[in-house]
């Protein structure tokens, strides 16, 4: 396998595409917050918001290119699904979850942030239903 595909998340999910094209098997990814639009004209994305941790902007690009190569895919059953803007890894499970699209949503509370374990439910769930083939989709708690 070629090396090269490792050195960054598009290259890899390019690396996965290719191997997928054509089957009818699914690509899910795990994608990143912060190439969710803060606006409804897409224009301004949260990595760019200066709130945004400078330490998370190198993983924020590559997530946002791994998306953008997903995009030209037509060839690939892909969904990529974006958590929330606090991604907590020992967040307490809920079950309860929302489902957003491009844009950055927030809960009841205001808030953008769900637990690894809710994260799952709702990836489970999008693996088992199959509702948002070839498209990015992203996921917070009540």
């Known amino acids: 396998m070629d090396s090269r595909y490792f050195t960054s998340s598009h290259f890899f999910t390019k690396y996965l595409s290719d191997i997928l094209s054509g089957s009818d098997k699914r690509l899910l990814v795990v994608g990143g917050a912060g190439s969710l639009y803060l606006d409804k004209e897409h224009t301004k994305q949260l990595m760019n918001d200066d709130s945004f941790p400078e330490a998370f902007k190198p993983l924020a690009l590559n997530m946002g290119k791994a998306l953008d190569e997903l995009r030209k895919r037509n060839d690939v059953n892909w969904t990529y699904l974006s958590p929330a803007a606090d ?4 967040g307490k499970e809920t079950g309860n979850y929302i489902l957003g699209g491009e844009e950055m949503i927030t809960n009841s509370n205001g808030e953008s942030k769900i637990s690894y374990k809710d994260y799952a439910i709702a990836m489970m769930d999008e ?9 990015r989709i992203s996921v917070i708690a009540e």
């Open 127 to 135: 693996a088992l239903n199959g509702n948002h083939i070839k498209e």
């Open 87 to 90: 991604f907590q890894a020992d």
